[in-house]
């Protein structure tokens, strides 16, 4: 049975295995231990205070003679909503900007560069209601929007990289939809966005509903930022992957064993640092809907389990948050680890990515045959 109230898997361990065998188990599950980020005490009251879990986590590189290092410090912030989902649309997204920017305000106590947000953060994931109103109200302006406004003024006044997923309604064409991250540079530019590729049509989740495929491809989207290289997608990484998503309760018998290991392949296979976001909480919906397995009609669709974590490009990660609570969590990297782990296990370099590239393009062809061996 899926154990919805189940604080982490960190702290099941902590309480059930034996001291003297805990720190070999963490190794087999997670790899190499991170060290823990000392934090400021004022930090430390301020997410006591205002209820959030709040935890740190260091990963270093080996020194080199002709680099220094390249060390940036990153938060990651889950949250439920502040205020239910028939709640005024614009109290909402304002309720969530307040709650966000408390949570910001912490990870500059910490000396955070950048901050990255959840999947369309500023609303309920309703995409699973069938419904439209009120839920495309939500969609705003990436480059001028009331968020992005916001977000604007957290990155001007924290000195902050700010990585804001939004629902996206792109007014130039046609009023379109998009599932889109905006990065806002720490002196306030919009630099880039990058919009979801790949929609899931799961269950409750026809989000090909309500927004389109991604137009904006695998690529840099904010190169050579202050604060190193930043990127939102896992192709040709040398820097730090940001993958936003959603993970919920009446799938997470099958999603949630996935969710600890997903990001950690992302890292090894890209030699990159991957960042892996989801909410918590409940959302109730007032009208109902089927998930499409032929049980009854529900207005929810159970727990977000949260778990937010950090993988490092040799497998470790850190452990996860609450897969309860609102948390931010704090990491301090250093991107020299990408290239030392590429120049130990070689994966892109003997990828042969030239030689899948031919077979892909020729297996889209419409009158592609598949070379099959018969006796």
């Not at 902590?14 to 190499?32: C, W």
């Not at 955070?112 to 495309?136: K, L």
């Not at 099958?254 to 090894?268: D, G, K, T």
């Not at 370099?349 to 393009?361: C, D, H, Q, S, V």
């Amino acid at each position: 049975k899926c154990l919805g109230k189940t604080e982490s898997l960190e702290k099941v361990l902590v309480t059930y295995v034996l001291e003297a065998e805990l720190r070999e188990v963490r190794r087999l599950l997670f790899g190499k231990e991170p060290k823990k980020l000392n934090l400021p005490q004022s930090a430390i009251d301020a997410a006591v205070e205002q209820d959030f879990d709040l935890k740190g986590y260091v990963f270093e590189a080996s020194p080199e003679q002709l680099r220094p290092p390249r060390t940036v410090r990153v938060g990651l912030i889950q949250n439920k909503l502040v205020l239910p989902p028939d709640a005024p649309v614009l109290e909402q997204i304002k309720a969530l900007h307040k709650r966000v920017g408390e949570m910001v305000e912490v990870a500059a106590m910490c000396g955070v560069n950048i901050v990255c947000f959840q999947e369309a953060c500023t609303m309920p994931f309703a995409f699973c209601t069938r419904e439209r109103e009120p839920w495309t109200e939500f969609a705003e302006s990436a480059e001028d929007g009331l968020t992005t406004r916001f977000c604007i003024q957290l990155a001007k006044n924290y000195n902050m990289v700010v990585v804001s997923p939004i629902l996206e309604r792109d007014e130039i064409h046609g009023g379109t939809l998009w599932n889109t991250a905006v990065v806002v540079s720490n002196n306030g530019n919009v630099l880039g966005k990058s919009r979801k590729n790949h929609i899931p049509r799961v269950g409750d989740f026809n989000e090909s509903t309500y927004y389109m495929e991604g137009n904006t491809g695998h690529r840099d989207t904010v190169p050579d930022t202050v604060w190193k290289r930043l990127q939102l997608t896992s192709l040709d990484c040398s820097g730090i992957v940001f993958l936003y998503s959603i993970m919920l309760m009446l799938v997470l018998c099958y999603s949630e064993p996935m969710w600890p290991i997903e990001a950690r392949n992302a890292a090894i296979a890209n030699h990159c640092f991957t960042c892996t976001i989801s909410r918590v909480g409940m959302e109730y919906f007032k009208n109902e809907f089927t998930f499409g397995d032929g049980k009854k009609a529900h207005h929810d669709f159970g727990n977000f389990y949260g778990s937010s974590y950090v993988a490092a490009p040799d497998g470790s990660r850190s452990p996860g948050l609450s897969r309860t609570r609102d948390g931010l969590l704090l990491t301090e990297m250093d991107l020299n680890l990408n290239r030392q782990v590429a120049d130990k296990w070689n994966f892109k370099m003997t990828g042969r990515y030239e030689m899948y590239a031919e077979e892909l393009k020729k297996a889209i062809q419409h009158d592609f045959k598949p070379n099959i061996l018969k006796e």
